[in-house]
């Protein structure tokens, strides 16, 4: 038995049972069961490539939104006007959220709160072994342009607190080779009680946008509160793409 495994059994107990070399040092992720029902978060890449031979950058967003009784969190990605060649693309959270300078090295590497490791690649038919960030590595590489995918995940935090809580993180969208192509960061989008509020501010100071939060119905925002600005008209069509998948 190597060291490790030792070491596992005398701090972790019984759960190191199903534990084998492609899991972490952590164990195997834990399954999230906490997420706050009705909460979403998106993140859209930016207009500019980090990779600046790419002049025209790839186009699209994560949408997150909590899974069925609060377990797991339900993906909903959208990719388009990827690079012609150097796929398949791949794709992850990072542990850090993109700087104002928009440099994706920054965001350095997977979300990986169980000390796993990039090596060996994800057995996306054990989806708890791989690392928390690993998107296309559990659930598909970016194989077509454009390419949408849904899917589950169990392991992902919308709640603040464990090391698989992501909503201060980003995503990564790669080449197959690993280049970093351009990231983005996530953010809430508010769920609306009532018909309160219809606006949301989302995203830093030098990039804010504001988006309408009644997102599966886009004709009531004129019930608001004032707060419909141009803005948020002029952001309108982006909204329906980002949710109309
Ligand atoms: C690791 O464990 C999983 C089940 O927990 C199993 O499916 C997989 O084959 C194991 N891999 C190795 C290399 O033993
Ligand atoms: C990765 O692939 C892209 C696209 O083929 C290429 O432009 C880039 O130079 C490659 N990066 C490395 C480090 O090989
Ligand atoms: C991004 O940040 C890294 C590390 O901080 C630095 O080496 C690199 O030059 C930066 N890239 C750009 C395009 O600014
Ligand atoms: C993100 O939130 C998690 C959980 O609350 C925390 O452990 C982590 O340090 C935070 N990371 C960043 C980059 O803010
Ligand atoms: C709007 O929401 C705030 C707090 O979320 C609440 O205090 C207020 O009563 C709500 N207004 C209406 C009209 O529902
Ligand atoms: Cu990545």
């Known amino acids: 038995m190597r060291l490790s495994?030792?070491?596992?059994?005398s701090t972790l107990g019984a759960s190191v049972l199903a534990q084998n070399t492609t899991t972490g040092k952590l164990g195997d992720a834990v399954v999230v069961k906490n997420n706050p029902v009705?909460?979403?978060a998106v993140a859209v890449l930016p207009k500019t490539s980090f990779?600046?031979?790419v002049t025209e950058n790839v186009k699209g967003s994560v949408k997150a939104t909590t899974g069925a009784n609060g377990v797991g969190v339900d993906f909903e990605v959208a990719?388009?006007?990827?690079p012609k060649e150097g796929g398949p693309f791949i794709y992850h959270i990072h542990v850090d959220p993109v700087d104002d300078s928009g440099n994706c090295t920054n965001t350095?590497?997977?979300?990986d709160p169980f000390i796993r490791g990039e090596d060996p690649a994800c057995d996306s038919t054990n989806p708890a072994t791989c690392q928390v960030?690993?998107?296309?590595?559990?659930?598909g590489k970016i194989t077509s342009d454009p390419f949408t995918a849904k899917f589950h995940d169990d392991f992902t935090a919308m709640s603040?607190?464990?090391?698989?809580?992501?909503?201060n993180r980003s995503i990564v969208v790669h080449f197959a080779n690993k280049t970093r192509i351009t990231c983005a960061n996530f953010f809430t989008v508010s769920a609306c009680p009532s018909n309160n509020a219809t606006t949301t501010t989302i995203g830093t100071a030098s990039q804010s946008t504001v988006i309408p939060t009644s997102t599966n119905n886009l004709t009531p925002v004129t019930g608001g509160v004032g707060a419909l600005s141009i803005k948020s008209l002029a952001f309108l069509p982006l909204v329906a793409m980002l949710f109309a998948f």
């Open 5 to 9: 495994s030792i070491l596992s059994l």
């Open 38 to 40: 009705g909460k979403e």
């Open 51 to 53: 990779f600046a031979p």
């Open 79 to 82: 990719f388009s006007n990827l």
């Open 108 to 111: 350095l590497a997977h979300l």
């Open 133 to 139: 960030g690993d998107l296309s590595g559990k659930y």
């Open 160 to 167: 603040e607190g464990p090391g698989s809580y992501f909503l």
